[in-house]
Each structure stands twice: as structure tokens, then as C-alpha cells.
């Protein structure tokens, strides 16, 4: 069974930065990708960011292009989202999310991910 587990959320000033983890423990973890996904109070779960696990391609919503950063640390089994420029709308609950196995356009859709972590809340102050 995989675990998830997100840490690095807290409350910033617009324009600070902060830097999300997601450590995996789990004998059978070995994803295809990892994401970043976000939900705010009332909307839906977007998705924020994913990284190809074995060869480290990117992929990024539009509206976080050249603000965040993913990356992962194969050894540690741990996902990181560098956030910077913070702005209000950033405000929400962060997840960290895995999949076994490629399923293509899928990889922008959090009902294609197999495993999820807890959550960790980011807040942005103007």
C-alpha cells in the first residue's frame, strides 16, 4: 500500500514563496507520474503540475507557468512543488497525487490518479 504524505503549506504574503513535499513510502510504490493538484472552498480539484517519474519530463497548468516549479528526488521517493510570486487565488488545498501507470491525457484529471495524500493548505494574504 502507498502512502502520501504532504508537509509545507502555511500562510504567506502575496509575493513570498513556499515549497511544498510529498514523501511516498510503500513497498509497491513505482508511479508512472506524480502531480500536484489544488482545490479551493467551493471549486473544484485542478490540476497544478506532474512530473514523469523515470525520465523527469514536466507538465504545468497554464495559469501556474513560470510561477512553480516540480521536481522529485528519486532516492527519497519525495515530490516537490517550489511555488513562488504568490498571489490570493493560490490559496487552497494542495494534494499530491500518484499513478501506477501512463494514462495519457489522463494526467490532468485527478480521477486517473491511484494514490493521494492528505492535503496541505496554503494561504495567501493580500
Known amino acids: 500500500q502507498v502512502q502520501l504524505v504532504e508537509s509545507g503549506g502555511g500562510l504567506v504574503q502575496a509575493g513570498g514563496s513556499l515549497r511544498l513535499s510529498c514523501a511516498a513510502s510503500g513497498r509497491t510504490f513505482s508511479p508512472y507520474n506524480m502531480g500536484w493538484f489544488r482545490q479551493a472552498p467551493g471549486k473544484e480539484r485542478d490540476f497544478v503540475a506532474a512530473?514523469?517519474?523515470?525520465?523527469?519530463?514536466?507538465y504545468y497548468a497554464d495559469s501556474v507557468k513560470g510561477q512553480f516549479t516540480i521536481s522529485r528526488d528519486n532516492a527519497k521517493n519525495t515530490v516537490y512543488l517550489q511555488m513562488n510570486s504568490l498571489i490570493p487565488e493560490d490559496t487552497a488545498v494542495y494534494y499530491c497525487?500518484?499513478?501506477?501507470?501512463?494514462?495519457?491525457?489522463?494526467?490532468?484529471?485527478?480521477?486517473?490518479?491511484?494514490?493521494w495524500g492528505q492535503g496541505t493548505q496554503v494561504t495567501v494574504s493580500s
Open positions: 512530473i514523469d517519474w523515470i525520465a523527469g519530463s514536466t
Open positions: 497525487a500518484g499513478q501506477r501507470r501512463y494514462y495519457g491525457s489522463g494526467l490532468y484529471r485527478p480521477t486517473y490518479y491511484d494514490w
